[in-house]
């Protein structure tokens, strides 16, 4: 790595990584060279950011993905964080979890299980909290069964239709798409 501050218009970082290529099963150096700004907070000093060399946008990290030949932001290469991925179950899951936690429980491990009161917790914080708890374990176990019923009662069309009902549902839009629309109407 190389960083130039020399110049004050022109500051840069020269990034070197060493990473090996998946898909030409070779070893690969990735070099790139990107752009320095940098601000001065309220508070005084300045503020270092690299400068994104694919969107120009200031950011305080640099990613480089698998199977990617340059380093770029968050927002170049459209990550995503984990829990943006996660079903509404999960994360009323993850909720619980971080809940029993702060109430002196283990965690994801006994997600569903209430914690006693920690010694150093205030009847007060712990009523509040535990109410917390139980409305989001209430939701999460709705959730879950719901969840179960819908499944339930798909298999049980596949076992008589022998079918899930998508097929039958993709072909019906394509007959009524396909019909002309009336006259005096515009689409639909």
């Known amino acids: 790595m190389l960083v130039d501050l020399c110049n004050e218009w022109n500051c840069f970082v020269e990034l070197i990584h060493s990473t090996r290529d998946v898909w030409e099963d070779e070893d690969r150096t990735v070099f790139d060279r990107v752009q320095l ?3 001065q907070p309220t508070f005084g000093g300045h503020r270092w950011w690299f400068l994104c060399p694919r969107t120009g946008y200031r950011t305080t990290k640099l990613f480089l993905p698998n199977g990617s030949r340059h380093f770029w932001s968050r927002r170049a290469y459209r990550l995503g964080y984990a829990c943006q991925r996660e079903a509404h179950f999960g994360r009323l ?5 971080t809940l029993n936690r702060q109430l002196g429980g283990d965690g994801w491990s006994t997600w569903d299980l209430p914690p006693a009161k920690p010694k150093w917790m205030r009847w007060l914080t712990y009523e509040r909290k535990i109410a917390r708890w139980e409305r989001t374990v209430e939701r999460a176990e709705y959730e879950w069964t719901y969840r179960a019923v819908r499944l339930i009662e798909r298999l049980d069309r596949i076992r008589e239709d022998g079918s899930d009902g998508r097929a039958r549902d993709a072909r019906n839009k394509g007959l009524r798409s396909a019909q ?3 006259p005096g109407r515009t689409g639909r």
């Not at 899951?93 to 979890?97: D, L, S, Y």
Request: charged residues 35%; hydrophobic residues 20%.
């Open 93 to 97: 899951q993850r909720r619980a979890a």
């Open 37 to 39: 700004t940098r601000t």
């Open 180 to 182: 002309p629309s009336r």
